[in-house]
């Protein structure tokens, strides 16, 4: 009986030993900077999604090429807060930078 408890503490769910298994292989970063690029419009909303003609994260800096200057320069005063959103939403720090054309 001994044995079955220890087994049972050792125990863990197919999801956490994955994420472990990722987090160990550094498989993670490139899931959040695909879920960064998903999360976008969520976080944004419409209007800027609308505007925004690519989007792609290299390093940890995201890369935001957009169709309107006046919502450029908006975006533009609020990028630190526009990377702890995105940082927040993915749930792990993976942007420092946000580069805005």
Known sequence: MKVMDKRK????TISE????????QKLNKGLFEHRIKGLWGQVL???????TRQ????NGTLYVHLNSSVIR????????KIITRLNEAVGEEV?????FR
Do not use: C, F, T
């Open 95 to 99: 942007l420092h930078d946000v580069v």
């Open 55 to 58: 989007i792609y994260v290299d």
């Open 73 to 80: 320069g908006e975006l533009i005063m609020l990028k630190d």
């Open 45 to 51: 909303g419409p209007s800027v999604a609308r505007v």
């Open 17 to 24: 030993v994955l994420l472990e298994v990722m987090k160990n």
């Open 9 to 12: 503490s050792n125990m863990q």
